[in-house]
């Protein structure tokens, strides 16, 4: 039973109230500059949440071994080790998307969603837990690139799943939807501001639901012991 | 018995936020005019969807944010917004660039930001530069002056080119800009632009039909419209003296010594002045009390920075004209320069050694 809520827990921090797009504001560089189509933004999620996964369990395996000074060199080696793998891999099975996903590819090492749960959660639990909390983490911020990446599509060019076929294979060319005829490109939509007016609004948004939610449940008696959460493991 | 003392000031004068910008929208009308009378009905009509959209967009914003609909809705700072907005676009541009540009500079630029005095930037030109990146084609074709055109434009046409792209004899857009001879024609500081690339000097570019005698065909007379307007808004106290003064300096002193250094590739300092939007951006534009510096000093400076990014985009950047670029990049410079120019507080540093 304890285990069960634990997992639930990790779920509605990863995907919701925790969320790495859309309240930690981490990772925005990646977040901001590829999600102009949803498959470009899928592309990166799935590597993404993909290394999320490979360091939560490799960090939480070596949690024991790594001596506190120096744990930060040996989480960015190793996840660094994952994403080579997740660029060789794209390149190799996916080579149209790994083009059009250019810098950013290698650049999920720096993605601070990933060290930070490294720091934070895998090197302070178990492998199981780890790789959940990765899982979760990772869905999350995939949801929030896919989202944006919609937006972004269907106001920049009118279309849906432009381009599926560049990482599903060849079938998936009949996967585009073409919501409505443009005969000239919303750039502002496909360029960088567009994905942060897109994400301001996004981020309103979920506040807004979060406000909802607020307001609808019982008001609760205030209690005496008041602390300043840093982080939601405890 | 005991005399009431007001406290200072004691001469009043009860103007409003309406009231000023009123009196900004009735500076406008002489550029309007010349706007009218040598290109046609094309900005008349963007002007008034333009204000449609603004109004309704400040109305919905305002409900949804629960504030004071009437007093907020009726300052006319929406309507000048979607005058500016109206007079700056192409007057051939499609409708739908009229309704999301007004949409952009109502809503995000001006209501997101917490709506009128909480602007950092001018509504107006963001909303023009978000449509010129975003709209590079449909923002670029200008017009030419009625008198070139082979085609007579009415009303009636203009509206049908602006809901419909064609006029109602089957003609597009693109073939209304083409003069007799068959060649496309740009506005003045695009042909000469586009001229010292092909290794043209200005002196031959000056030759372009449409330039005709002096700075361009109606761009001079809609420049003098706007320097009018703006006499007056200086004499009625609406605006400050210092922006104008120095932006237009500014931009001559930067375009006098390129002259000086090569008469052959600048153009001369009275057609930066006259052609563009350098008047109204100097008289409407950066007079923007709310984007814009505050003191004195501020101002002079804001100016002088505004007209030097003027000169260097229209001389070296990839925009034939750059008052919406330099007005926005200002509007960011802003805070900082208010931070330097603060005024000195009576009492305060005097004598003091630094």
Known sequence: MKIDSEYRELAWQGLWKNNPGLVQLLGLCPLLAVTSTVVNALGLGIATMFVLICSNVAVSGVRNWVPKEIRIPIFVLIIAAFVTCVQLLMNAYTYDLYQSLGIFLPLIVTNCAIIGRAEAYASKNPMLQASFDGLMMGLGFLLVLVVLGGIREILGQGTLFDGANLLLGSWATELRVEVYKLDSQFLLAILPPGAFIAMGFLIAGKNVIDNKIAQAKPKQLEQAIERVRVNFES | ?354
């Open chain 2, 1 to 354: 018995m005991a005399f009431w003392i007001a406290s200072s000031p004691h001469n009043h004068e009860q103007s409003e936020t309406s009231g000023l910008m009123r009196l900004v929208i009735y500076a406008t009308i002489p550029g309007i005019f010349a706007q009218w009378y040598f290109f046609g009905w094309g900005n008349l009509i963007h002007i008034s969807m333009a204000i449609i959209t603004a109004l309704v967009a400040e109305f919905s914003i305002l409900s949804l944010r629960g504030k004071k609909i009437r007093p907020q809705l009726l300052d006319g700072s929406a309507i000048l917004t979607a005058v500016l907005l109206g007079i700056s676009l192409p007057a051939l541009a499609p409708w739908w660039v009229t309704i999301i540009g007004s949409l952009f500079a109502i809503v995000i630029v001006k209501q997101l930001y917490g709506g009128l005095g909480h602007n950092p930037f001018n509504p107006a030109m963001a909303a023009y530069v978000m449509l010129l990146i975003s709209f590079p084609v449909q923002m670029t074709q200008w017009q030419p002056p009625l008198s070139l055109l082979a085609i007579d434009l009415q009303f009636s046409d203009t509206l049908s080119l602006i809901f419909s792209g064609y006029t109602p004899q089957g003609y597009s857009v693109e073939q209304i800009r083409t003069h007799v001879d068959g060649f496309t024609m740009a506005t003045p500081l695009d042909t000469v632009k586009t001229n010292i690339t092909l290794g043209l000097t200005v002196v031959e570019s000056m030759e372009s039909p449409v330039i005709g005698k002096h700075f361009g065909i109606g761009w001079e007379w809609m420049n003098v419209g706007f320097l009018l307007g703006g006499l007056f808004l200086l004499t009625k106290k609406a605006i400050h003296w210092t922006t104008p003064l120095s932006f237009l300096s500014s931009l001559f002193i930067c375009s006098f010594i390129a002259f000086i250094l090569s008469p052959d590739s600048s153009a001369s300092t009275m057609f930066h002045w006259f052609t563009g939007a350098t008047m109204l951006g100097a008289f409407f534009i950066l007079t923007d009390p709310v984007s814009g510096a505050t003191s004195v000093k501020g101002r002079l400076v804001f100016g002088a920075l505004a007209g030097l990014l003027v000169y260097l985009i229209r001389k070296f950047g990839g925009y034939p004209d750059a008052v919406a670029f330099a007005v926005l990049l200002c509007n960011m410079a802003a805070p900082l320069i208010d931070q330097y120019t603060r005024p000195r507080t009576y009492g305060h540093n005097v004598g003091v050694k630094k």
